[in-house]
């Protein structure tokens, strides 16, 4: 089946240093990617869809200076999360929707945790 | 706004027992319900999905029902196996190609 990968799974990092989350969908193309937030024991939070070669549109309380997302081709889209600080700590999922697909189908990473100290 | 609810876990069950997974959900028009299962270490896998009242998704022995009059999509399996325990989301999806809305997920640990 379509794989998407998110690199890294884990970082630990100070406050004040920025972060970059790759989302990477391996063996198919994705025009739309969208980024996801999860706090523990609440449910995933959508935070941006992002769309290839156009701005990311966020949601509403996503700050986007913040959460820089890039989604520069049909295969990779990142999260940049600027100057973190602890209540930035969260497990961050990306999905991918194949583009030609099924507009219902997404494929999901494994997600990354973001330890922010 | 559209939201969906689901039990709260754990859920602990032991082998060839029966798993009911509850799952209600809020939204304006005719959403599709999804359910995702997320084993440990992996990303969320589609199990199921139904995108009309009635009609019933099946996948790997798990069902679930659209009952637009209860809005609900319980997840039910008659016997589970060890293989099953991993985490469950209710989703819905109030028009295609949109982002999914989910519930906060049930942990489901099946002992043999």
């Known amino acids: 089946g379509a794989v998407v990968s998110q690199h890294p799974s884990w970082v630990i990092c100070k406050s004040g240093t920025s972060v970059k989350i790759e989302c990477r969908s391996l063996?198919?193309?994705?025009?739309?990617m969208f980024w996801y937030r999860q706090f523990p024991k609440q449910s995933l939070m959508l935070m941006a869809t992002?769309?290839?070669?156009?701005?990311?549109?966020?949601e509403q309380g996503v700050e986007k200076d913040k959460f820089l997302i890039n989604h520069a081709s049909l295969t990779l889209s990142t999260l940049t999360v600027t100057s973190a600080h602890p209540e930035d700590s969260s497990f961050y999922i990306c999905?991918?929707?194949?583009?030609?697909?099924?507009?219902?189908?997404?494929?999901f990473g494994p997600g990354t945790r973001l330890l922010v100290l | 706004g559209d939201s969906v609810t689901q039990m709260e876990g754990p859920v602990t069950l032991s082998e060839e027992a029966f798993l009911t997974i509850n799952c209600t959900y809020t939204?304006?028009?005719?959403?599709?319900l999804f359910w995702y299962v997320q084993y440990p270490g992996e990303g969320l896998q589609l199990l199921l999905k139904?995108?009309?009242?009635?009609d019933k998704g099946s996948n790997k022995g798990f069902e679930a029902t659209y009952r637009k009059e209860t809005t609900s999509f319980h997840l039910e399996k008659g016997s589970v196996q060890v293989s099953d325990s991993a985490v469950y989301f209710c989703?819905?999806?109030?028009?295609?190609?949109?982002?999914?809305?989910f519930g906060k997920g049930t942990t489901l640990s099946v002992s043999s």
């Open positions: 999905s991918a929707r194949p583009s030609g697909g099924s507009q219902e189908t997404q494929y």
């Open positions: 063996d198919f193309q994705a025009t739309t």
């Open positions: 992002s769309n290839e070669g156009s701005k990311a549109t966020y």
């Open positions: 939204a304006t028009g005719y959403p599709s």
């Open positions: 139904a995108t009309k009242a009635d």
């Open positions: 989703a819905l999806s109030v028009k295609a190609g949109t982002a999914l809305i």
